[in-house]
């Protein structure tokens, strides 16, 4: 690693030289938290993100983690997904089955995909139903601050507008305190609707990975971290903040290339 170290308030910053060495330090740590959770509680339940992400847990299949990982009690979920057909190119649940799901034994009924055969709205609130049933029977742990569900790991991509998730700069779906997932139909970025989990439900995981690579993104990586004021607040990146979790972010040199060094320590 290129170099690692905390922010003093920004959480843990791994900065990797290429993304070999970011894909194989990625697919070690979830390894490990999944390790972690099935000792601690019999299951992972995991959420993942769409995007450049799912290429770089591509490890993740590959020795010795396709063997050593115990998939069957992962519970898989999505952070976002967007409302396309299952089958076509830009559904996450598609890149996810496609790139790395269909690689490795996790069961089929523990992939908790959303529902693709109606509105934005409705799936979003199926979602919600189907993830509070799984907090119900523990398979997702529950907060002890709020009733927001535990994930055990949300991995999140952030694009350089600083979104995560399909939680958008300046859209009011940041402003949602009561909703766990929720739908907009207006995304600046293709497609327009999308379902995505609501920020508390995000701060309150156990466990929350940004992973952020590319030089396009380093004014998005030094807005969402260093101490730049008050203006960059709103920054959806920014405002992932784990309540009680950790946050780590996993950046390559030319993400990480904005950033102001001083305010880590080693
Ligand atoms: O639209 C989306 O974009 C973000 C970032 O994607 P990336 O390809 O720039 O890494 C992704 O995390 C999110 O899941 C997706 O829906």
Sequence with gaps: MAHSGVHKDRGELRIHENLDELGTDLAEYIAELSEASVKERGVFAIAISGGSLIGLMGKLCEAPYNKTVDWAKWYVFWADERVVAKTHADSNYKLAKDGLLSKVPVVPSHVNSINDSVSAEEAADDYEFHVRQLVKTRTINVSDTSDCPKFDLILLGMGSDGHVAS?????????????????????????????????????????VVVVVTGESKAEAVHLAIDDVGADCLSLPARLVQPTKGKLAWFLDKLAASKLDGSQFSE
Aim: charged letters at 20%; proline letters at 15%; hydrophobic letters at 35%.
């Design 167 to 207: 939680l958008f700069p300046n859209h009011p779906v940041l402003d949602e305190k009561d909703e766990w997932v929720t739908f907009i139909t207006d995304s600046p970025k293709s497609p327009p609707e999308r379902i995505t989990f609501t920020l508390p439900v995000i701060n309150s995981a156990s466990n």
